[in-house]
């Protein structure tokens, strides 16, 4: 899916649940375009728009990572915030509860 059809999708989910509006697409009826809604709606469902956006961004972010051959020999995890280090040699993954000993420490 891109990013554009996930958006107006999570729009008119937050337009329907919140606003009480069935659909953002106009529909050539004042009847059917023009709603008629409270003010703390509104805030609601742009602070649940202003969410969406910030979670959009921040998962674009890669997280963090490890050299294949330094992640969790068992899952393969190499995201660093699944793998913490727990003693100066040992690393413990969170991903499924491996601890094991990197060929390098990062
Ligand atoms: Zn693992």
Redesign the pocket.
């Known amino acids: 899916m891109n990013t554009t059809t996930k958006r107006d999708q999570q729009l008119e989910a937050i337009a329907k649940t919140i606003l009480d509006i069935p659909t953002l697409e106009a529909r050539s009826s004042d009847r059917l375009d023009f709603h008629e809604v409270a003010v703390w709606q509104v805030k609601k469902a742009l602070r649940k728009a202003y969410m969406a956006g910030y979670e959009a961004a921040i998962s674009d972010v890669d997280p963090e990572r490890v050299e294949p051959e330094d ?7 190499t995201n660093t915030d ?1 793998l913490v280090w727990e003693t100066d040699t040992t690393v413990h ?1 969170t ?4 601890r094991y000993q990197p060929s390098e420490r990062w």
Not at 95 to 98: A, M, V
């Open positions: 992640g969790c020999p068992r899952c393969g995890e699944h993954c991903n499924c509860g491996t």
